[in-house]
């Protein structure tokens, strides 16, 4: 499985983003989707998990007041929209994907398989 994300780039704070995140290889319907963040010099953080029984988890209710989690199963694809963006969302951001069914979607040790990142930069 390969997983290509796309979508970011540089915003203005208060501005929208789409990420996506296209998987070739096979279809990855059946398995759960996350997204993480890694600003420069942290350390990779957890931001909304999709899992594969289409149960949400978002790390703090500040994404989930501003971010939605979407898949389209036709296309193999899952979408972050990002809403209100601020500066401290700059980061690079990574797809991934858990093979396992109904494990934690906030530990980034569970997932198999991660895009290459695309990097948001809201900045004025």
């Known amino acids: 499985v390969q997983l290509q994300a796309s979508g970011g780039g540089l915003v203005q704070p208060g501005d929208s983003l789409r990420l996506s995140c296209t998987a070739s290889?096979?279809?990855?319907?059946?398995?759960?989707m996350a997204w993480f963040r890694q600003a420069p010099g942290k350390e990779r953080e957890f931001v909304v998990g999709h899992g594969w029984s289409g149960r949400i988890t978002y790390h703090t209710d500040s994404m989930k007041g501003r971010f939605t989690v979407s898949r389209d199963n036709a296309k193999n694809t899952g979408y972050l929209q990002m809403n209100s963006l601020k500066p401290e969302d700059t980061a690079v951001y990574y797809c991934?994907?858990?093979?396992?069914?109904?494990?934690?979607?906030?530990?980034?040790?569970?997932?198999?398989?991660w895009g290459q990142g695309t990097l948001v930069t809201v900045s004025s």
């Open positions: 991934a994907i858990d093979t396992k069914r109904d494990r934690p979607l906030d530990n980034w040790n569970y997932y198999d398989y």
């Open positions: 290889g096979r279809t990855i319907n059946n398995w759960s």
